[in-house]
């Protein structure tokens, strides 16, 4: 069995440093989400100056796992979607072939 190579690397999230061992193909995946997180933060702290460090890191939190949560949400519907894209492009098929659409 071949084991996943693992990396090191060093995070810094605000004026936090966080190493981790991460799977090498995902360093990119890690590195992004870690821009991602110190961009919201810069964003609430701009906007809530009087706020903790400790708010703020809450306001990020929770943006992210409404992002999650959305994102989920539409890759569920996202076969749906493409169903009822199917099935509509058949109706106006049929209705074209039996010229009862212009």
Known sequence: MEQTRKQHITLQLDAHHISLNVVADKEVLYRNAAEQINERYRHYRKMLPTHSAEQIWVFVALEMAVNLQADAHAHRLQPIDEKIQELNQL????????KLLD
Request: aromatic share 0%; glycine share 0%.
């Open 91 to 98: 109706i106006l098929n049929t209705l074209q072939n039996n």
